[in-house]
């Protein structure tokens, strides 16, 4: 009212005194918020730039063998070999070079050809006894410690592997590789394997969704309509279980699916099986283990939106004649959408990287993107490797949760309306 | 009356459905229990008798109540670090005036949607670069990112629905931000307060990926502990522990749905503590 009454300039200064007040909050606000923002930025968002870093990082031949790295940039990599003056390079570089770079550097060529890391070792070792000759020489010298530096193929790795960045990497979570042309082809038949993996993860996903779904739709519709205390322990049998260590539900299982577990004796007692049935370490056991583990995930969304659901929506469609199948799918299952939007998107979403479960109920064969990042992590220290490995699943996430906040939406995917 | 028939079989059938669904969820966990107290080593029944052997061995070796110290530390100083990050960051989104809520909000919960295995990767690469790796610290600063949106979510479902206009309400009837604070917000949002330090809490003490990237032999936690004894022998030193976490586990259900209970909104935390399961 006030506003409304003032005049010319009198309006224009409450405007702005209101316009300030506005900014100081929304400064309080900002101010607020920002410690999470930048603990989350430099604890999160760093790493997962470290990770994206580490993927194409290619530093073992420049700190090995600089001179040789910059001299092969230069060689145009067409056919046959590069010229003396390489040769003679390397081999001055490979007997100095520090013997922990030239073993780095041998790892990464060994991952362009198999057998390199052995070739430059051996050549390390024998590379002293060439008396120091005319750089035309040396070529002539080191094709007779080991007749494969005489092959272009070997000189082709190399040069694929000086720059600082490589997408070696990355072409190789993806089964593909450069030739020595320097054009992306498949990777040969038997080495083709991540694809296959990366194929098996999402496959398992969306069959640990799909049964999620399947059990847990008339699941949250019963916990949203039961009442009293079956209600009570329907709750109770989603929330304690969700609530409970991972790895004790995990043991749990082991136990119970093992050759001489629980289920195994039971069904023997009861002579419906003579010998023990294969309930574990494989991949009956998997998904077994897995629905259990994200079935509240999908029950707790569905639920929610089910409980916002008035019942008289499917009385007045049964009043107005409509069978109540027809009710349920004209009515009832479109309002439960979002959560069955959210409940699936959510679960997918943290089967995909899953890791720790699978590594302890599935066999080797059934092992999901997550373990072989921790594999080569952990195990065989590839960095490279596991930074790839860990972007392709870290695109897959992204593009599910851009889709799922377009979807249903950021707040809803948290479970905040 | 054929109508009635089929109402009242569809009505049976939901309610075996029900039962089953209770069997295969909470069926496996009440099974482990009395194999926790068995006097022998095999995890068969019968059981050739009882004792609480396995109890003395996990809550009187060393081993085991070393871990059992890490985990409390981590979860401890992580819990009362994210609950101050988070809250602060939720009474921010309850004041309706952030530019861009629900991106902010989208990045702040990133780490429970990143799988935790490419996490771990990262922030080892990074505490690695800072030369923390296998120290109490990296694993704290952590846990600390991963529970810290939990505890947004929790708050920020409490905070769903209060007025802020009351704060201004209280200004106008000459009551200092201080104290309009003090009287209107905080006895609304103490219970998700609680609430979410539990949940952020639990994601800690459930911690193994990102923790078996970061830590070393000194700060091995209870669930790393028990991943190694799963991978190489189950024994029934590891269903005693398993029992123990499941006690845990009923008795914070409980606090958390008291907590929560005045809350009609609660599912928020319910999820929060969904989405902890990310974490693994």
């Known amino acids: 009212?006030?506003?409304?009454?003032?005049?010319?300039?009198?309006?224009?200064?409450?405007?702005?005194?209101?316009?300030?007040?506005?900014?100081?909050?929304?400064l309080v606000s900002l101010l607020l918020v920002a410690p999470l923002f930048l603990y989350v930025l430099l604890a999160f968002m760093l790493p997962i730039g470290l990770v994206l870093y580490r993927a194409f990082e290619n530093p073992e031949l420049i700190e090995a063998f600089p001179e040789t790295a910059s001299a092969l940039s230069g060689w145009d990599g067409g056919e046959g070999l590069p010229p003396d003056p390489v040769f003679a390079t390397f081999a001055r570089e490979l007997a100095d070079a520090p013997k922990r770079a030239t073993a780095e550097a041998a790892r990464r060529l060994n991952y362009e050809i198999s057998g390199f890391r052995t070739l430059i070792s051996s050549s390390a070792r024998k590379i002293d006894s060439i008396e120091p000759a005319e750089p035309s020489a040396m070529r002539a010298a080191l094709v007779a410690l080991d007749e494969r530096w005489g092959e272009p193929a070997y000189w082709h790795a190399m040069k694929r592997a000086t720059p600082s960045y490589t997408p070696y990497y990355i072409l190789a979570a993806l089964d593909l590789r450069q030739d020595d042309r320097g054009d992306v082809v498949l990777a040969p038949e038997d080495q083709r394997t991540y694809v296959d993996i990366l194929l098996r993860t999402l496959r398992i996903a969306a069959v640990v969704t799909l049964i999620c779904l399947l059990l847990g739709f008339p699941l949250a519709n019963l916990m949203a309509t039961a009442s009293g205390p079956f209600a009570v322990i329907l709750m109770i049998a989603v929330m304690l279980p969700f609530w409970t260590s991972l790895l004790a539900r995990t043991s749990a299982w082991i136990v119970l699916l093992q050759k001489e577990g629980l289920v195994n004796s039971l069904l023997a007692r009861l002579g419906l099986i003579h010998a023990p049935l294969e309930l574990i370490f494989n991949t009956t056991g998997l998904y077994i283990v897995m629905v259990h583990m994200m079935l509240p995930f999908m029950v707790l969304p569905l639920y929610a939106t089910m409980k916002g659901i008035p019942p008289h929506f499917m009385k007045a469609s049964a009043s107005l004649g409509a069978h109540p199948l027809r009710g349920f799918l004209h009515v009832y299952l479109p309002m439960t959408l979002p959560g069955v939007g959210a409940g699936a998107l959510l679960t997918f979403i943290v089967t995909v990287g899953y890791y720790i479960t699978p590594s302890l109920v599935a066999s080797a064969g059934d092992q999901m993107v997550g373990y072989f990042i921790a594999f080569f992590a952990n195990t065989t220290i590839n960095w490279g490797m596991a930074s790839a490995l860990g972007m392709?699943?870290?695109?897959?996430?992204?593009?599910?949760?851009?889709?799922?906040?377009?979807?249903?939406g950021i707040r809803q995917l948290a479970g905040l309306k | 009356m054929q109508y009635r028939h089929q109402i009242a079989l569809a009505r049976t059938l939901r309610h075996l459905f029900g039962a089953a669904m209770v069997l295969f969820l909470l069926a496996p966990l009440a099974a482990v229990v009395p194999l926790s107290f068995s006097a022998g080593s095999f995890l068969s029944y019968p059981l050739p008798g009882l004792s609480l052997r396995w109890y003395e061995t996990v809550f009187l070796d060393g081993p085991w109540l070393a871990t059992l110290k890490n985990s409390l530390i981590v979860g401890t100083v992580a819990t009362i670090a994210a609950t101050v990050l988070g809250t602060l960051a939720a009474y921010a989104f309850a004041r309706r005036d952030l530019p861009m809520p629900t991106a902010v909000l989208g990045f702040l919960i990133a780490p429970m949607i990143v799988p935790p295995v490419i996490s771990g990767l990262g922030m080892y690469f990074l505490l690695a670069w800072l030369g923390l790796t296998?120290?109490?610290?990296?694993?704290?600063?952590?846990?600390?990112?991963?529970?810290?949106?939990?505890?947004?979510?929790?708050?920020?479902?409490?905070?769903?629905?209060?007025?802020?206009?009351?704060?201004?309400?209280?200004a106008s009837l000459g009551a200092s931000p201080t104290k309009a604070f003090l009287t209107i917000v905080v006895p609304v949002i103490t219970p998700g307060i609680v609430a979410g330090a539990l949940f952020a809490f639990m994601t800690s003490f459930d911690e193994v990926v990102?923790?078996?990237?970061?830590?070393?032999?000194?700060?091995?936690?209870?669930?790393?502990?028990?991943?190694?004894?799963?991978?190489?022998?189950?024994?029934?030193?590891?269903?005693?522990?398993?029992?123990?976490l499941m006690v845990i586990a009923a008795m914070t259900l409980i606090v958390s749905v008291v907590l929560m209970k005045k809350n009609t909104r609660n599912l928020g935390g319910r999820l929060g503590r969904a989405m902890a399961e990310t974490g693994e």
Request: aromatic share 6%; charged share 15%.
């Open chain 2, 210 to 244: 990102v923790t078996l990237f970061l830590a070393g032999p000194a700060q091995r936690t209870l669930p790393l502990k028990m991943f190694e004894g799963l991978r190489d022998n189950i024994e029934p030193s590891i269903l005693a522990m398993a029992t123990f």
């Open chain 1, 392 to 408: 392709v699943l870290l695109a897959c996430v992204v593009v599910l949760y851009l889709l799922a906040a377009r979807m249903v």
């Open chain 1, 1 to 26: 009212m006030a506003v409304a009454v003032a005049h010319g300039a009198e309006a224009a200064e409450l405007r702005r005194a209101w316009h300030r007040s506005g900014q100081r909050r929304r």
């Open chain 2, 134 to 170: 296998s120290t109490m610290a990296g694993v704290i600063v952590a846990h600390t990112v991963l529970a810290a949106p939990f505890v947004l979510i929790t708050v920020t479902a409490t905070l769903q629905g209060f007025d802020m206009s009351l704060l201004r309400a209280a």
